[in-house]
């Protein structure tokens, strides 16, 4: 059963993506976090009222700083799903379980433990292979001149790893799952707002306006899903299902979008999913709990 939310909130994300798609010709990147973050605000007050959870936190300066590599993830990734095939902008995103791994890996080479380097032999190769990956998705971004939202698009991987270490942190000190969503929707709510002020904002009074309904309760189901699911089930299995979430997408491409993608973007996407469930596989005999991770 905890197999099925985990599948539940990948297909939860892929169909947001497809709103956001939808969405991104009449609203910026920055409008879409605003009002994503706005009604997953509402959702998750609702929530935590009838849960009893408290807004109040002893650890604030860990909240702000989850929210700033949390957003710009956001802002990269809505950015990056705007202007690639959405297979190409999901998976991307979901180097960030690769991009953890390198963490790990840089991490022992800082504090001088080869030998622990020698035994991460695996995880190095899987690394390497998930960049390798990259490199052919990019490939097709750069005869089509994408090669700037494909980067955006691996930005946004990254700075998602470095949210996904900040949910871990908040995790060990105690601070309840949805205190740290409530939060995060508040940041992407006060950042995209005030990025409102300096670049275009578009009217709410129009038809394609209904988009952004759908984004934020999609979100908030998606991460609701996948709590569920890691919370109640076996982490290895529910971490590599969460790689569905690009299936769902290439889907979605294809059939709602026309998106066409060459055989190397194919396999370019294949490797960074095989890199990414071997990366974790790995990490987990390295971290005994490695971070649920949230979009």
């Known amino acids: 059963m905890q197999a099925a939310w985990m599948i539940a909130a990948s297909l939860f994300f892929a169909l947001m993506s497809v709103c956001i798609k939808y969405a991104s010709p009449y609203f910026g990147p920055l409008e879409i976090v ?3 973050g706005a009604i997953g605000m509402v959702f998750l007050w609702i929530m935590m009222r009838s849960r009893q959870v408290s807004l109040r936190t002893t650890v604030p300066m860990m909240h702000v700083w989850r929210n ?5 993830a956001l802002v990269c990734w809505f950015y990056a799903i705007a202007h690639l095939p959405l297979a190409t902008a999901m998976t991307l995103n979901y180097m960030s379980g690769v991009w953890v791994a390198a963490f790990l890996i840089g991490g022992t080479l800082l504090l ?3 030998a622990d380097i020698r035994r991460q032999g695996p995880l190095v190769l899987a690394v390497m292979a998930g960049f390798a990956g990259v490199i052919m998705m990019l490939r097709p971004t750069l005869e089509q001149n ?4 494909g980067l955006i698009g691996l930005m946004s991987g990254l700075m998602s790893a470095l949210a996904y270490i900040q949910v871990a ?5 105690g601070e309840p799952e ?7 929707s508040l940041g992407a709510t006060l950042a995209g707002g005030i990025g409102m002020l300096f670049f275009e904002m578009h009217p709410l009074n129009t038809v394609q306006a209904l988009w952004l309904l759908p984004i934020g309760i999609l979100a908030a189901l998606g991460q609701l899903s996948m709590t569920r699911a890691y919370t109640r089930g076996a982490t290895m ?3 590599n299902l969460q790689y569905s979430g690009i299936i769902f997408a290439a889907l979605f491409g294809l059939l709602l979008f026309g998106d066409r993608m060459p055989l190397i973007g194919w396999a370019g996407m294949a ?3 095989a890199s990414g469930m071997t990366a974790t596989f790995l990490r987990a005999r390295a971290l005994p709990n490695p971070p649920a991770e949230s979009h």
């Open 237 to 239: 299995v529910v971490a």
């Open 68 to 72: 700033v590599v949390g957003v710009s």
């Open 169 to 173: 942190a908040l995790g060990r000190v």
């Open 112 to 114: 001088g433990r080869i």
């Open 34 to 36: 605003c009002y994503r």
């Open 146 to 149: 994408q090669l700037f939202a």
């Open 271 to 273: 490797t960074i999913i």
């Open 178 to 184: 949805a205190r740290t969503v409530f939060y995060f």
